[in-house]
């Protein structure tokens, strides 16, 4: 669950009475969580010039919706980091989903439409389901980790011992916590792409660029794929922002990122190549 205070901020985001001064005055009551408020906001993502100091600016920089989300997802953040389910790697969990984030944020601002904050934090909450799983069921998560099988298997076992699986969950939690349906279906199914659960809507148009944040994170993560695996993520890539070779760009970019915001936040990173010399193997 987030904490009170960023169920509180989410509240007050969702009430036409609420101000962005009183959503300010919930998050500096909180040390920790407007510590991280302002570490966003004074970003590299946010270069503007003008740096913020105090809640009340960065409110009005980011706006009340970001506010909202970033309230969420350092609250998750923050209360995550370690379990009891021996076979979940914690650390590398949050280390992925701040690579599929900021990969989010940053294919965003190439893509007409895209909220690149909002990317952020529906790729960076992408795969809460499998969090929630290894925090409410440790043990019988554990037996289901241990087969080490393919995602589509896995998640057949998970419906078998659980009755849903962990992407159906993340869906779940989307629509309790207040995200947009949208970006709710599209986590949900981001790694079925074709299902006809996604339909030709934006819902599939987010769902696809999640899909291509999850194949540029996995790459930080030390996956290396075979050729076929890289052509079907630059013809993905390109259907997506409408640019070709447009992932080498954006992957170096996102290990960039990745580094300085893993210092910031105190998430692990490790040494990537570039896009380039991970494809040559």
Request: proline share 3%.
């Amino acid at each position: 669950m987030p904490s009170q205070t960023a169920l509180q901020v989410m509240r007050l985001c969702q009430s036409d009475a609420a101000s962005l001064e009183d959503i300010a005055h919930v998050v500096q009551a909180d040390p920790a969580l407007s510590a991280e408020v302002l570490k966003y906001a004074n970003s590299a993502f946010l270069a503007t010039g003008v740096q913020v100091a105090s809640i009340q600016r960065a409110a009005v920089k980011l706006g009340m919706k970001t506010i909202s989300h970033l309230a969420l997802c350092f609250s998750l953040v923050a209360a995550n980091r370690k379990g009891s389910c021996r076979a979940f790697d914690y650390e590398r969990f949050w280390s992925t989903s701040l690579a599929r984030a900021i990969a989010g944020k940053t294919l965003a601002s190439h893509v007409k439409g895209s909220d690149p904050d909002e990317l952020f934090t529906c790729a960076l909450l992408s795969h809460m389901g499998e969090l929630v799983l290894a925090s409410v069921f440790p043990d019988e998560y554990e037996i289901i980790l241990a087969e080490d099988a393919s995602c589509e298997t896995r998640k057949t076992m998970e419906r078998m011992r659980f009755a849903i699986d962990s992407a159906e969950l993340t869906a779940e939690l989307f629509l309790d916590w207040g995200l947009p349906a949208t970006y709710a279906l599209a986590a949900g199914f981001h790694e079925e792409l074709d299902t006809s659960e996604l339909g030709e809507s934006t819902t599939r148009n987010v769902a696809e660029l999640l899909n291509l944040c999850c194949r540029l994170a996995a790459l930080c993560s030390g996956d290396r794929p075979a050729a076929p695996w890289f052509e079907a993520t630059e013809k993905l890539a390109q259907s997506v922002t409408g640019k070709d070779d447009i992932c080498p760009m954006v992957f170096d970019t996102v290990v960039e990122q990745w580094h300085e915001w893993g210092k910031a936040f105190a998430i692990a990173t490790t040494a990537c190549p570039s896009y380039e010399e991970v494809k040559a193997g």
